[in-house]
């Protein structure tokens, strides 16, 4: 660093510039989004009014229902309506819920949060122990053990393991809740103020509807968790594995630094900001795992609330659905996208 | 045979390339968890192939009389609530997710192979926006736009298949371009050029070829996640419908039985585990061989 002939207010301008740049690649992303939604919502169906007005409707009403629906006018125009309806917040209305598709996203949106949240500590947690161990001790069983395991993690259906997770910690063992959210018997017993359950549970000091929730909440957060799991430590392993033929690291080995000190102190230094936009990469995925998860515990989340709208044929609800997640994904991608520029002293 | 396949100045072009696969193969089969994927995809086309011979039971003839049988020795799998032995579903199974893989594999690594090239070989704006698309394609959740797309196309496995295609070329664009970037400028397309061949010809003759091995890799690891997608739309009833005895839908069947018979939904999921995995360990065998550079990280 200090070679760096730069002055503070020169690299800030470059930071300034850089960030500049990045905010137009993000909102071309989203456009792009916008434009593979509008795509599937508007062009893809072989007749969309049909969709909405089924196939029982008269000549006048298919009629009047294209009209309202735009679909007379050309596609760009229609296309840029649509952009300018999602960033005013208008999604379009659910059929099957009746509201405005933009509400019923950011009450069910919470719920998600909470269980992929809970998912990643898990991943986290044990994901990048996991990996380290596997990568000082390359070859061995306990490694061969812990490749096996991340790779199940690329190879078990999420639903699947989910129902087996049901029928053995469930039905089996009866060490967790079944599915939902919390029992019927303690619904709507606490004040939503952050939606997050577990939290306003605390906040309001019910303990007895903290541990349902928490009951109900381990089994399907768990099971994301894994999936995080596998992927944190297969890519911890890998970025050690590098870091451990390093030559600084075989210095501080002839040097005579312990093992557990070449690995912690001088080795996982380096890993740490890749390991950030990996573990960024692991929530965003999270939140695509949770639809399996959430179709087969009933999970309340956006998850849940796209695959009903699935079976209703409810197109306005799955493309809101699907945006968001979409650009919650993206954001997270930029944001670790982001923060291994500024984390990594080579970018700077 | 040994010497022809390893001799160092092959005589024909037939005996490089012979002599190339000896090799990579040899290396492959020392390594164990390959030589498992090896045996695990054979299996599945084998077991495909002759579906009609192994399955002892027909996978759509229904007996009420047996409805739910644990799994025996006469039904080693159980049968489901319609009294199908589902070991035979299981088996028949097999074929269409090799038929989902296989379409998906065809339909997705060509475009993307297509894609990347020209947009790795024009360079300039047909790359910008080449890129930009793929980007775009890229940046999405894969199983979130599969979903939305055969929710537009309704379910069926023909469009459960075109969806996947869709999500699963980008990865493909990217890995051609960058190859194509690499060989761009190399002395023997400039020759090839000189000699008057058209950009047409240089790409598809000269340097796809040359995208092959890296490809072949990453759509091996990319099998489980598409026979993953594949099972979950399928389970969500958006992929194959009943009665065909596809994995994630026989899941789904057996979704309501879970607490009490169990084998009814847990016996396709090991199939599909098994298949995955064997996909994994062989993507991961094949990328030791073929690219040296990452060997032995996981």
């Known amino acids: 660093m200090s070679f760096n002939p730069d002055v503070p207010s020169m690299r800030l301008a470059r930071f300034a510039r850089s960030l500049g740049g990045f905010a137009v690649v993000t909102a071309l992303t989203f456009l792009g989004l916008l434009a593979i939604t509008f795509f599937i919502g508007r062009v893809v169906p072989i007749d969309p009014v049909l969709a909405v007005v089924g196939d029982r409707a008269t000549n006048a009403q298919y009629e009047t229902a294209r009209i309202a629906m735009g679909l007379d006018r050309p596609l760009i125009v229609q296309f840029f309506s649509y952009v300018g309806d999602v960033l005013q917040g208008d999604l379009g209305t659910s059929v099957s819920t009746g509201r405005p598709v933009a509400q019923d996203l950011v009450r069910v949106f919470p719920a998600t949060l909470e269980m992929a949240t809970i998912g990643i500590i898990i991943g986290v947690v044990l994901g990048v122990p996991m990996g380290v161990y596997a990568a000082a001790r390359a070859g061995s069983w306990s490694d061969q053990v812990i490749r096996v395991l991340a790779l199940l993690g690329y190879s078990v259906p999420a639903f699947w393991l989910g129902l087996v997770g049901l029928a053995v910690f469930y039905a089996g063992l009866g060490w967790v809740g079944g599915p939902g959210r919390i029992d019927v018997f303690y619904d709507g017993l606490v004040e939503p103020v952050t939606g997050l359950l577990l939290v306003d549970s605390l906040l309001d000091g019910q303990m007895d509807v903290f541990r349902n929730a928490f009951h109900r909440i381990i089994l399907p957060a768990t099971i994301l968790g894994f999936f995080s799991l596998a992927y944190i430590a297969r890519m911890t392993r890998s970025f050690m594995l590098d870091q451990l033929s390093q030559e600084y690291v075989t210095t501080a080995r002839v040097k005579g630094v312990s093992e557990t000190r070449v690995i912690w102190g001088h080795a996982f230094g380096p890993i740490r900001v890749p390991l950030i936009t990996v573990i960024g990469l692991s929530y965003a995925g999270l939140l695509e795992g949770s639809v399996m998860i959430e179709t087969v515990f009933s999970w309340p989340g956006i998850g849940n609330y796209l695959t009903t709208a699935l079976f209703n044929a409810d197109m306005n609800a799955v493309l809101g659905a699907t945006l968001v997640i979409g650009a919650v994904f993206i954001l997270i991608n930029k944001v670790s996208d982001v923060l291994y520029r500024v984390l990594d002293p080579r970018s700077r | ?298």
């Open chain 2, 1 to 298: 045979m040994h010497a022809w396949l390893i001799s160092d100045s092959p005589a024909s072009r037939l005996q490089a390339s012979a002599g190339r696969f000896y090799r990579a193969g040899g290396l492959l089969l020392r390594n164990p968890l390959a030589v498992a994927g090896v045996l695990i995809i054979g299996l599945l086309i084998v077991t495909a192939i002759f579906a009609p011979w192994i399955a002892p039971e027909s996978p759509v003839g229904q007996n009420l009389s047996n409805r739910l049988l644990p799994p025996s020795a006469d039904h080693w799998m159980g049968t489901d609530e319609l009294g199908r032995d589902i070991f035979s579903r299981v088996i028949y199974g097999s074929r269409i997710t090799l038929m989902i893989v296989a379409l998906v594999a065809v339909i997705s690594a060509p475009l993307g192979l297509v894609i990347g090239a020209i947009s790795g070989y024009f360079g300039g704006w047909t790359d910008r926006v080449l890129m930009g698309l793929t980007d775009v394609f890229l940046s999405m959740p894969k199983l979130i736009m599969a979903l939305a797309f055969v929710a537009a196309l309704g379910p069926g496995i023909e469009n459960a298949i075109i969806a996947i295609a869709i999500t699963a070329w980008p990865a493909y664009a990217r890995i051609a371009r960058a190859e194509t970037l690499t060989f761009r400028n190399a002395e023997f397309v400039s020759a090839t050029r000189l000699l008057g061949a058209s950009h047409l010809r240089i790409i598809f003759a000269h340097v796809l070829p040359l995208c092959t091995s890296s490809m072949i890799v990453r759509v091996t690891l990319d099998m489980a996640g598409i026979i993953l997608t594949a099972a979950g739309l399928g389970f969500l009833g958006l992929g194959a419908q009943p009665p065909l005895p596809e994995w994630g839908a026989m899941i789904s069947r057996g979704r309501v039985f879970i607490l009490d018979q169990w084998w009814v939904a847990t016996m396709p999921g090991l199939a599909i585990i098994l298949v995955s995995l064997g996909f994994c360990f062989l993507g991961d065998g094949l990328r030791d061989v073929l690219d040296p550079k990452s060997a032995g990280k996981s």
